[in-house]
């Protein structure tokens, strides 16, 4: 036996089947039936053959889900040394604070060694970090606060303002 | 220092942050206090062109600010409106408009219009 899901007047055989199931041997989709449940001792075999399958692939989906988490805390993190955590924006910026002007922040631009360094003018540099991130030491921000900002590959934002 | 930045509403507190809704036309910007109240609404009835950015990729134009700041400051004269004009073809010519540059949380909100806003500001 089955249970039609939806049926819109398509010829049902005496199990309850469409006749194209019927003739087919298994659900049919077409036409103007979309599907049907098939009765316990059917779902049996496709438990045993799929829920291996789907635990594995559940499984696979929790590390896969695990590793990004813990790559999206790791491109988080402030490698800078005596920031304060300010606030997180819904657009996954980390606004973090430190004590100091444009000197403490060059001073901890050039702690961090960032390779490939570029003089952009105006006090602005651009680097990269060892882990791939890009680093930008600036004079400016919207605040007016000194700021280092370190973008990772995705939309993940370090923000260091520098207060007085 | 740049004297074509005027300043219309100082800083907000920080830390703030924006809110920009764009409804068939009209468009609402709030800024909002860190309990994420709104202390301050501009509502546009009609824009010629809206632009949120980072503040960050927005260095040329903190330059020219030249340490002006506030929540929302205006300009007649400023390189937007000059892109703007290009872009339209100067089909606008003779049409007063005005570049509103809004400076809360971490974004940069612009907004070209032919008419005055609407503001609703709470006080501190």
């Given at each position: 036996?089955?249970?039609?899901?939806?049926g819109g007047g398509g010829r049902v055989?005496?199990?309850?089947?469409p006749?194209?199931?019927?003739?087919?041997?298994?659900?049919?989709?077409?036409g103007s039936s979309?599907?049907?449940?098939?009765?316990?001792?059917?779902?049996?075999?496709?438990?045993?053959?799929?829920?291996?399958?789907?635990?594995?692939?559940?499984?696979?989906?929790?590390?896969?889900?695990?590793?990004?988490?813990?790559?999206?805390?790791?491109?988080?993190?402030?490698?800078?040394?005596?920031?304060?955590?300010?606030?997180?924006?819904?657009?996954?910026?980390?606004?973090?604070?430190?004590?100091?002007?444009?000197?403490?922040?060059?001073?901890?631009?050039?702690?961090?060694?960032?390779?490939?360094?570029?003089?952009?003018?105006?006090?602005?540099?651009?680097?990269?970090?060892?882990?791939?991130?890009?680093?930008?030491?600036?004079?400016?921000?919207?605040?007016?606060?000194?700021?280092?900002?370190?973008?990772?590959?995705?939309?993940?934002?370090?923000?260091?303002?520098?207060?007085? | 220092?740049?004297?074509?930045?005027?300043?219309?509403?100082?800083?907000?507190?920080?830390?703030?942050?924006?809110?920009?809704?764009?409804?068939?036309?009209?468009?609402?910007?709030?800024?909002?206090?860190?309990?994420?109240?709104?202390?301050?609404?501009?509502?546009?009835?009609?824009?010629?062109?809206?632009?949120?950015?980072?503040?960050?990729?927005?260095?040329?134009?903190?330059?020219?600010?030249?340490?002006?700041?506030?929540?929302?400051?205006?300009?007649?004269?400023?390189?937007?409106?000059?892109?703007?004009?290009?872009?339209?073809?100067?089909?606008?010519?003779?049409?007063?408009?005005?570049?509103?540059?809004?400076?809360?949380?971490?974004?940069?909100?612009?907004?070209?219009?032919?008419?005055?806003?609407?503001?609703?500001?709470?006080?501190?």
């Amino acid at each position: 036996m089955s249970t039609p899901i939806h049926g819109g007047g398509g010829r049902v055989d005496q199990d309850g089947y469409p006749a194209a199931e019927a003739q087919y041997g298994g659900p049919y989709l077409g036409g103007s039936s979309i599907g049907s449940v098939p009765s316990a001792p059917s779902m049996g075999l496709v438990n045993h053959v799929t829920s291996p399958l789907l635990t594995s692939i559940a499984l696979s989906a929790g590390v896969w889900f695990d590793f990004l988490e813990q790559l999206s805390q790791k491109q988080d993190e402030c490698p800078i040394p005596g920031t304060t955590p300010e606030r997180r924006t819904k657009g996954n910026t980390n606004i973090e604070s430190k004590q100091g002007d444009f000197d403490t922040e060059n001073g901890d631009f050039d702690a961090l060694s960032p390779g490939d360094v570029s003089d952009k003018g105006g006090g602005v540099r651009v680097g990269t970090l060892d882990d791939g991130r890009i680093i930008i030491v600036r004079p400016v921000s919207s605040d007016g606060s000194p700021t280092i900002e370190i973008q990772s590959g995705s939309r993940t934002r370090v923000k260091v303002r520098y207060v007085k | 220092m740049s004297n074509k930045y005027v300043v219309v509403i100082g800083p907000l507190l920080r830390p703030s942050s924006s809110n920009v809704v764009f409804d068939d036309g009209v468009v609402l910007v709030q800024g909002r206090a860190p309990d994420d109240v709104a202390v301050l609404e501009v509502e546009f009835p009609s824009v010629e062109f809206l632009g949120i950015s980072d503040e960050g990729s927005r260095l040329r134009l903190l330059n020219d600010l030249d340490g002006l700041r506030g929540a929302l400051l205006k300009s007649r004269d400023g390189d937007l409106l000059r892109y703007f004009a290009d872009e339209s073809l100067h089909t606008r010519e003779g049409i007063e408009l005005t570049h509103y540059i809004f400076m809360i949380g971490e974004e940069i909100i612009d907004v070209i219009t032919r008419e005055e806003p609407v503001f609703n500001v709470t006080p501190p």
